[in-house]
T-cell receptor
């Protein structure tokens, strides 16, 4: 079935370090791909998305490129800040399944000053 | 402030009791969803509704029921709570079932003893 796999956390980085959070997916159709972020005590918020192969989503310094050949959508940021500490979720949506989102297990990021 | 309101924020419940988690949105979104979030498992879809008057089962529907009598409200009911239903529950909505950003409430933390 359709699924999303993320690298396990927690990930701990120093401020200004480079961030990569790996995400790979399995899907029978042509999914749209998303990254959501959950700050402590809050619900999830959309961070970025890509709807077709080779699209790059970007927001708040974060980027992810939809790689169909490797079925991946890795999240990157060149220089993380303490305020980026949160849980990050990769997700996919397949339109012929009613647009339901399938989430990965989440990766906790902790950025130290 | 427009958005999704969930209630209660937190609840401790004895096993066997009935519980309804409330969800109200004021964005006039057509589609609404209930997810549960468990450590290491990410978010899993319980039930969804693509429009008022219709509902559907998600990935983990057993032990839960929903109703969608109008556009704004989407309550989730546990008829007879069990300890495995201890989780954080998130309600979400979006304008249309197949497109659009998913907006999340702040969650309801439920503990079943």
């Amino acid at each position: 079935g359709d699924s999303v796999t993320q690298m396990e956390g927690p990930v701990t980085l120093s401020e200004e370090a480079f961030l990569t959070i790996n995400c790979t997916y399995t899907a029978t159709g042509y999914p749209s791909l998303f990254w959501y972020v959950q700050y402590p005590g809050e619900g999830l918020q959309l961070l970025l998305k890509a709807t077709k192969a080779d699209d790059k989503g970007s927001n708040k310094g974060f980027e992810a490129t939809y790689r169909k050949e490797t079925t991946s959508f890795h999240l990157e940021k060149g220089s993380v800040q303490v305020s980026d500490s949160a849980v990050y979720f990769c997700a996919l949506m397949i339109y012929n399944q009613g647009g339901k989102l399938i989430f990965g297990q989440g990766t906790e990021l902790s950025v130290k000053p | 402030i427009a958005g999704i309101t969930q209630a209660p924020t937190s609840q401790i419940l004895a096993a066997g009791r009935r519980m309804t988690l409330r969800c109200t949105q004021d964005m006039r979104h057509n589609a609404m969803y209930w997810y549960r979030q468990d450590l290491g498992l990410g978010l899993r879809l319980i039930h969804y509704s693509n429009t008022a008057g219709t509902t559907g089962k998600g990935e983990v529907p057993d032990g839960y029921s929903v109703s969608r009598a109008n556009t704004d409200d989407f309550p989730l009911t546990l008829a007879s709570a069990v300890p495995s239903q201890t989780s954080v529950y998130f309600c979400a909505s979006r304008d249309r079932a197949l497109t659009g950003e998913l907006f999340f409430g702040e969650g309801s933390r439920l503990t079943v003893l």
